[in-house]
């Protein structure tokens, strides 16, 4: 099946700091979903996109559906280390993104 | 709240061996998927079933096979263990498809000597 990319794969942040990961498709995709997966847990659904240009947020995330529908980012604002965790993103194809790991630096 | 179980949350197992690891879920959820974890891979999907008794190859079907005699219950099985099937496998379960919300189980960390 084809993959989406996921961009970067790793990512250290200062506590406080902000962030943004991206998810690229080179086929439209018709929605796509957020995971977050804690350090030694299970993926947790965070939201699902499914219009172009779709904006939503959850407190300090920011979910964006790009025009083309073709890519999405995730932004996490002041960053603070209960954020730690990697970050996937599921394009309606068979298989998750890479994931983004995030690292947060007290 | 959904609930998804899997049967252990570690497991080692021997080259050869048949292993057979059980998923159940708790909502009536319709479909039912076995991915697995790799370091810098995400999460790929072996399998996955949409009512009792049906199944569609995921991305990476190869060795591996599943079963699902009742709605709540998927079972993946290794016919054959291999060491480069030494991976954490997560077991997902949705009300829809699997371009809806899934909920996942623990894991079962398998590990294959």
């Known amino acids: 099946g084809q993959q989406v990319m996921q961009i970067p794969q790793y990512q250290h942040v200062q506590e406080g700091e902000d962030f943004t990961t991206y998810c690229n498709s080179s086929?439209?995709?018709?929605?796509i979903q957020w995971y977050k997966q804690r350090p030694g847990g299970h993926p947790v659904f965070l939201i699902q996109?499914?219009?172009?240009?779709e904006v939503k947020k959850q407190k300090r995330l920011t979910f964006q559906f790009g025009e083309a529908k073709k890519n999405s980012s995730l932004h996490i604002t002041a960053t603070q280390t209960t954020d730690v965790g990697t970050y996937f993103c599921?394009?309606?194809?068979?298989?998750f993104g890479g994931g983004t790991r995030v690292l947060v630096k007290p | 709240d959904v609930k998804v179980t899997q049967s252990s949350r570690y497991l080692v197992k021997r080259t050869g061996e048949k292993v057979f690891l059980e998923c159940v879920q708790d909502?009536?959820?319709?479909?039912m998927f076995w991915y697995r974890q790799d370091p810098g891979l995400g999460l790929r999907l072996i399998y996955f079933?949409?009512?009792?008794?049906?199944?569609e190859k995921g991305d990476i079907p190869e060795g591996y096979s599943v079963s699902r005699e009742k709605k709540e219950r998927f079972s993946l099985i290794l016919e054959s263990a291999s060491t480069n099937q030494t991976s954490m496998y997560l077991c997902?379960?949705?009300?829809?498809?699997?371009?809806?919300?899934?909920?996942f189980g623990p894991g079962t960390r398998l590990t294959v000597t």
């Open positions: 997902a379960s949705s009300l829809y498809d699997r371009n809806v919300e899934q909920y």
């Open positions: 086929t439209t995709l018709s929605n």
């Open positions: 996109l499914v219009k172009s240009g």
């Open positions: 599921d394009a309606s194809k068979l298989t």
């Open positions: 909502m009536d959820h319709e479909n």
């Open positions: 079933s949409y009512d009792v008794k049906m199944k």
